[in-house]
């Protein structure tokens, strides 16, 4: 069997980093990185990229080594990608973080509403329900995390987890100051309002979860298999037939009832969580390429139209919405 010569050059500066002798014809690029790790112990495989152009695509870990277009002695070329963390740590933290942040507000721990105010209890109920139903959903989160979602790629670089927690627990923070004040008002129409917000968020929530578990089953455990998802007998799957990517649909819906439900504008800012989900998740959910729901940042721009002006206010549009 003729064995392959395998060169690693620095893609920057075309320095040899490495010279891989008798390497097996069938092997695979994970395994060149695993060989490359032991003369460079620094670079871990999730930290590599390596490329037959140095501004070429990262070779995928399961290319083999012989099917590549190179001859027996191979020129490959390295990218540090960083530090790197694993996907699940990132969703954790991003999880963890909201669900924490919030109940500080709600507790009213000391030196966030003033110090008469410590420890208090709020004497709205939608108050407590919100609290209920924003934990329910990051628990619901943390759950999927750990137990649905399958991931096509194990890390991501350690770099991003510092943006997207600043993005999660942010406004989980702005949110929770406003339906947690001390000062805060119920909504406009009442038990009629919050009830309604609560069936369209509890609706989604399910239709998320219900979406979630049909991506799941179309990537078998510890495979990188991209499949096409269409309807199952579940109607919440349904929706498939009319959006690619339907869990971020659900998810717009359960934030437009939150908002709805407590009246305070800063909840629909998470919409854009949606998006921020959808970007990360593309290739890792493995099916949605394109998300057709509809564009967060319009529905941001809609909340913030009807917070200006008497006559075009959230009570004015939620008088509209309430009419029979």
């Known amino acids: 069997m003729k064995h392959y010569e395998v060169e690693i050059l620095d893609a920057k500066t075309r320095e040899k980093l490495c010279f891989l002798d008798k390497v097996e014809p069938q092997a695979t690029i994970a395994e060149i990185k695993n060989l490359f790790t032991k003369t460079h112990p620094q670079w871990y495989p999730a930290r590599q990229s390596l490329r037959l152009d140095p501004k070429g695509k990262s070779l995928k870990d399961e290319d083999v080594l012989q099917k590549l277009p190179v001859g027996t002695t191979a020129t490959l070329y390295f990218r540090d990608l960083g530090a790197q963390i694993s996907w699940v740590t990132v969703f954790l933290t991003e999880y963890a973080g909201p669900l ?116 799941r089953d179309l990537r078998p455990a510890g495979s990188k298999t991209r499949k096409i998802p269409y309807p199952t007998k579940n109607p919440f799957t349904w929706l498939f037939l009319l959006v690619s990517c339907p869990n971020y649909t659900y998810e717009v819906g359960s934030w437009i009832g939150f908002a709805i ?64």
């Open 100 to 215: 924490f942040i919030y109940l500080l507000f709600y507790f009213r721990v000391p030196f966030i509403y003033g110090h008469k105010y410590d420890f208090t209890s709020s004497r709205h109920t939608v108050v407590h329900l919100a609290c209920i139903c924003h934990s329910f959903h990051y628990i619901k989160r943390l759950l999927e995390t750990l137990f649905v979602h399958r991931f096509s790629h194990g890390t991501m670089p350690l770099r991003n987890i510092f943006k997207n927690c600043t993005y999660y627990w942010g406004f989980a923070a702005w949110m929770a100051y406003y339906i947690n004040h001390p000062l805060y008002t119920p909504p406009t129409y009442g038990a009629q309002q919050v009830k309604l917000a609560l069936a369209i968020f509890v609706i989604c929530q399910l239709g998320n979860f219900s979406i979630h578990m049909a991506l």
């Open 261 to 324: 439900m407590t009246q305070c504008l800063p909840a629909a800012s998470d919409l854009e969580d949606t998006e921020v989900n959808r970007k990360i998740r593309v290739g890792l959910d493995g099916v949605c390429l394109h998300a057709h729901s509809v564009p967060c940042g319009a529905l941001n721009m809609t909340f913030s139209r009807l917070n200006h002006g008497p006559s075009k206010g959230v009570s004015s549009f939620l008088s509209q919405l309430m009419a029979p």
